[in-house]
T-cell receptor, first 110, second 119 residues
Framework: KNEVEQSPQNLTAQEGEFITINCSYS?????LHWLQQHPGGGIVSLFM???GKKKHGRLIATINIQEKHSSLHITASHPRDSAVYIC????????????FGQGTRLTINP | EAGVAQSPRYKIIEKRQSVAFWCNPI?????LYWYQQILGQGPKLLIQ????????DSQLPKDRFSAERLKGVDSTLKIQPAKLEDSAVYLC?????????????????FGSGTQLSVL
């Protein structure tokens, strides 16, 4: 079992829909990152959080440390939101590196 | 602020050939990472530098992969000789530093990646 699991692996929705991507992890962490990867490989860091909730535009990220779970929400989704969304955690124990989920491929149809 | 620069953007080589990738991190970023991302998977850390020292290279296939960051700024990653399974996107990322001996809580900045195809 991977230390970081994302669901769903693939998600297709219509423009305007409310999107939720989930991330569960099995280790104690100091921070969790949500990343966005567009076709072509470039990765952009969306959020880094260790507790509570963060919001940026139409994106909202929440984390529940006790339940070892985080969600990324997109309100009023748009075709330009189509990308792979990756959850990554920085474990408290062990080397100073990120452990990545396998990503969620989101497609928003017009 | 300029982003993380990587080159080349694409590379196609035959197996057993050699290839090198270059990365210039954001100015002032002490930590530099090389990741390998195989299609359909999340990035896998190959090597992490703190200034010009190696912090973690436990997943670097050292029989064929090498990396250096001689002056603590830009870095090169080399594969010699390449195998078919090395086909992937090679991503470079940088961050300012990491705080504490165990915690990693600095935002990462990624380059556009180099897409390598080994035929």
């Amino acid at each position: 079992k991977n230390e970081v699991e994302q669901s769903p692996q693939n998600l297709t929705a219509q423009e305007g829909e409310f999107i939720t991507i989930n991330c569960s992890y099995s280790v104690g962490i100091s921070a969790l990152h949500w990343l966005q990867q567009h076709p072509g490989g470039g990765i952009v860091s969306l959020f880094m959080l260790s507790s509570g909730k963060k919001k940026h535009g139409r994106l909202i990220a929440t984390i529940n440390i006790q339940e070892k779970h985080s969600s990324l929400h997109i309100t009023a989704s748009h075709p330009r939101d189509s990308a792979v969304y990756i959850c990554a955690v920085s474990p408290i124990q062990g080397a100073q590196k990120l452990v990545f989920g396998q990503g969620t491929r989101l497609t928003i149809n017009p | 602020e300029a982003g993380v620069a990587q080159s080349p953007r694409y590379k196609i080589i035959e197996k057993r050939q050699s290839v090198a990738f270059w990365c210039n991190p954001i100015s002032g970023h002490a930590t530099l990472y090389w990741y390998q991302q195989i299609l359909g998977q999340g990035p896998k850390l190959l090597i992490q530098f703190q200034n010009n020292g190696v912090v973690d290279d436990s997943q670097l296939p050292k029989d064929r992969f090498s990396a250096e960051r001689l002056k603590g700024v830009d870095s090169t990653l080399k594969i010699q000789p390449a195998k078919l399974e090395d086909s992937a996107v090679y991503l470079c990322a940088s961050s300012r530093n990491y705080r504490g001996s165990r915690a990693f809580n600095e935002k990462l900045f990624f380059g556009s990646g180099t897409q390598l195809s080994v035929l």
